[in-house]
C-alpha cells in the first residue's frame, strides 16, 4: 500500500468504519457497496469513497468493498493488528473506570500495571490489576516493555509525571488531564475532553431549539 501522509480528520473517521464493519463481519455480510455503507453510517458515499481512497481505495467497481478485507486493512493502518502494554496512572473514578472497561483488551490494549501516589490505594485491585505506588514506575514501565500511559491524575500533577514517563521511554500518552502535555515530539500524545463532545451535544441541542422556535 502507498504511504503518504493521511489527514487527521480521515484518520478520526477510521474508528467508526472499523466500529461498523466489524459488525458486519459478525453478522456474516462479505460485501457491502458504498451506498449500503453510506446509508448505514449516515455518511455520503462520495466522503467514504474520498476516505478510502487516501489508501488506494479498497473498493471494485460494481462489486462493493469487501468487509473483512476493508476491516483487516484499516486494523493495520490503525496498528490494531499489535499487542499494546498500557499502565494506567491514577486510579480514582475515571482510573477504575477506564480499568474495568474489558473491550480495550480485546482491541489488544493491555492494562499492565495501575499506579496511584495515594497509600491508601497502593495494594488494592482494579479486576485483579494491583495498584501500585509511583516510586516503581520507571523500573515497571522498563521491565515489562510498556508503550502507552494513561493519565487519569489532576492536571496539577500530570505534566510532572508526563516528564518522568517520557525519562523512562514511553511512546505515547492518552491524556485525560484537561492541560496541554509539553513531551519530546517523538511522544505521541492523545488528550480526551469528553466535555468537548457534551459541549457539542448542547451546541446541537440548542441550534435545534433555536430552529424549532423559529417554524413556531
Ligand atoms: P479522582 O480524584 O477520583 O482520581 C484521581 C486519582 O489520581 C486519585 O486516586 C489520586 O490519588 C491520583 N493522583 C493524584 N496525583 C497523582 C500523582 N501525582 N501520581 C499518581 N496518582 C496521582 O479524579 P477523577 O474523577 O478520576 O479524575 C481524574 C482526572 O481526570 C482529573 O484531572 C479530572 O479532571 C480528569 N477528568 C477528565 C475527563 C476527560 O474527559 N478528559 C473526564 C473526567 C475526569
Request: one cysteine or more; proline letters at 2%.
Amino acid at each position: 500500500m502507498e504511504e503518504k501522509e493521511i489527514s487527521q480528520a480521515v484518520i478520526g473517521r477510521l474508528p467508526r468504519y472499523y466500529r461498523y464493519l466489524g459488525d458486519l463481519k459478525d453478522q456474516g455480510i462479505e460485501r457491502i457497496s458504498s451506498q449500503d455503507l453510506s446509508t448505514l453510517m449516515k455518511v455520503t458515499a462520495s466522503q467514504i469513497r474520498q476516505d478510502f481512497n487516501n489508501f488506494g481505495g479498497f473498493g471494485q467497481q460494481g462489486y462493493g468493498y469487501n468487509v473483512e478485507y476493508l476491516y483487516e486493512e484499516i486494523s493495520k493502518i490503525l496498528g490494531l493488528y499489535q499487542k499494546h502494554n498500557l499502565v494506567l496512572i491514577g486510579a480514582g473514578n475515571l482510573g477504575q473506570a477506564l480499568a474495568n472497561y474489558v473491550n480495550f483488551e480485546k482491541r489488544g490494549f493491555l492494562i499492565r500495571g495501575i499506579f496511584d501516589s495515594n497509600p491508601a490505594l497502593v495494594g488494592k485491585e482494579v479486576r485483579g490489576i494491583p495498584i501500585r505506588a509511583m516510586e516503581g514506575l520507571e523500573a515497571f514501565v522498563k521491565e515489562n516493555d510498556i508503550d502507552i500511559a494513561v493519565l487519569t491524575i489532576p492536571k496539577t500533577s500530570a505534566e510532572e509525571v508526563a516528564e518522568r514517563l517520557a525519562g523512562c521511554g514511553i511512546k505515547a500518552i492518552w491524556n485525560f488531564a484537561h492541560v496541554d502535555l509539553n513531551v519530546p515530539e517523538h511522544i505521541q500524545v492523545e488528550n480526551v475532553h469528553l466535555s468537548d463532545s457534551l459541549m457539542k451535544l448542547s451546541y446541537n441541542l440548542n441550534r435545534y431549539n433555536k430552529e424549532k422556535e423559529q417554524k413556531e
